[in-house]
C-alpha cells in the first residue's frame, strides 16, 4: 500500500494517528477519535494550534479554561454542518461524547498566547458550490485563512456521486508568493454508503511522485506535493476533510496547465 495512504486501526477510540514525523513532512498533524456515549478524549497541544472538528456526534468540550458544554448537532457528515472548536498551543482540550462522536482532530504549528479558544459557530462558516456538471462539489469553510488561527486551514467538502473534485489537477508546492503556497495537505475520506469507495491520484509534474489509491470509508490520504484530484463512483457520495499547514497561512494554488482548458 502506497505510504500516502493510511487505514483507520480499529473502530473505537483514537482511530487515525498522522504526525509530522510519520508523515514525513514539517507542518500537518490529523488524528480521528470515535467515541461511544461516556467515552473521553483529551490532549495537551503543547506546541501545536488544534481544530477540533465534529465529524458527527456530540460531546461536552472543555479547552484551556472555557467549559463549552455541549458542542454538535448533525449524526453524519452527509447531514448539516460541522460544530469545530479552536485551542490554541499551550493548552489542554477534552472531549466527552454525549452520542456516539466522530472527532478529528486537526494541528500545526503555534505559538498561542494570542488567540483564545473559541467554539466556531455556524454563522462564522461560509458555503459555496465549485465546479459545473459533473464536477461540482459543495464545500464549506471551517478555519479559511480569512478566519483567526496562527497555521491551520481547514475545510470539508461533499462530491455528489459520480463526481470529480479537486479537478481539474491543482498542487501548492511551492514557496512562490503570490502565485503559489507551500502547503501540506490531508483527506480524511468518508463514503456514503460506506461501503462504496473512490479514488485519489496524487503526482508531480515529473512523475518522480505518482501515486493512484482506491479509498475506502475513513481512510486518510497524504499530500505531500503534487497534484492531487479526486473521483467517487456512481452510487456512492464522497465527504472528506482537509486539513492544510505551510509557512504562511494563504491558499495560493497552481492549476496543471495541460487541463486549465476545462476551466474555459
Known amino acids: ?40 478524549a483529551a490532549e495537551e497541544t503543547e506546541t ?5 472538528v465534529f465529524v458527527s456526534g456530540k460531546g461536552k468540550v472543555t479547552a484551556g479554561s472555557e467549559n463549552f458544554g455541549v458542542v454538535g448537532s448533525r449524526m453524519s457528515p452527509f447531514e448539516g454542518l460541522p460544530a469545530s472548536v479552536y485551542v490554541p498551543a499551550g493548552s ?10 466522530e472527532l478529528a482532530v486537526c494541528s500545526a504549528p503555534g505559538e498561542g498566547g494570542s488567540l483564545p479558544a473559541r467554539v466556531i459557530g455556524k454563522d462564522e462558516l461560509t458555503q459555496e458550490v465549485r465546479g459545473k456538471g459533473n464536477n461540482v462539489r459543495h464545500v464549506t469553510n471551517i478555519l479559511p485563512e480569512n478566519r483567526p488561527a496562527e497555521s491551520l486551514l481547514v475545510v470539508e467538502v461533499i462530491t ?30 468518508r463514503i456514503n454508503p460506506p461501503q462504496g469507495f473512490a479514488f485519489q491520484r ?63
Open 1 to 40: 500500500m502506497s505510504k500516502l495512504h493510511v487505514k483507520p486501526q480499529g473502530t473505537s477510540g483514537r482511530v487515525v494517528h498522522v504526525t509530522p514525523e510519520s508523515a514525513g513532512w514539517t507542518y500537518v498533524g490529523f488524528d480521528v477519535y470515535r467515541l461511544k456515549p461516556g467515552e473521553s
Open 48 to 52: 501545536n494550534e488544534v481544530c477540533l
Open 202 to 264: 496524487v503526482y508531480t509534474d515529473d512523475r518522480s511522485l505518482d501515486e493512484a489509491m482506491a479509498v475506502e470509508d475513513g481512510d486518510v490520504t497524504l499530500v505531500p506535493k503534487g497534484y492531487h484530484p479526486c473521483a467517487t463512483i456512481h452510487g456512492y457520495d464522497l465527504y472528506y476533510l482537509n486539513v492544510m499547514a505551510g509557512p504562511k497561512r494563504t491558499w495560493k494554488f497552481h492549476n496543471a496547465p495541460e487541463h486549465a482548458w476545462l476551466l474555459k
Open 92 to 101: 489542554r482540550w477534552a472531549v466527552t461524547a454525549e452520542t456516539e462522536v
Open 160 to 189: 455528489p456521486a459520480g463526481n470529480t473534485s479537486s479537478y481539474p489537477p491543482h498542487k501548492h508546492d511551492q514557496d512562490d508568493l503570490p502565485n503559489e503556497s507551500f502547503l501540506e495537505e490531508t483527506y480524511y475520506h
